[in-house]
């Protein structure tokens, strides 16, 4: 039986079939909530903002939250909503830049 795993835009795989169960069930519920088409803003709060579950007790994004494999699937969700509601756009080099398109 293979480990689940999850996609990141820029194609490299997470295995996400270590994580405890409250981080799988955080990450489903956070898909389910992106498949409903959230507001990318209030997913980004969600994965990193203020007491959000993905950092763990810490106030901000450090480089050490920024490594974990909850943190990085969470925020790829979140990116794809933004992406898909036209707030944020991958450039070149897999890097998401703000859409200059936004309003019009």
Do not use: W
């Amino acid at each position: 039986m293979t480990q689940p795993s999850y996609r990141l835009l820029d194609g490299e795989v997470v295995d996400v079939g270590r994580l405890p169960r409250r981080d799988l069930a955080y990450l489903l519920d956070l898909q389910r909530r992106a498949m409903e088409d959230e507001n990318y803003f209030d997913l980004e709060r969600a994965v990193c903002g203020p007491g959000a579950y993905p950092l763990q007790g810490s106030s901000r994004v450090t480089s050490a939250v920024h490594r974990t494999p909850l943190f990085r699937v969470a925020e790829d969700i979140a990116y794809r909503v933004g992406i898909r509601q036209g707030v944020m756009a991958p450039n070149d080099d897999d890097k998401l830049a703000p859409n200059e398109r936004i309003g019009e």
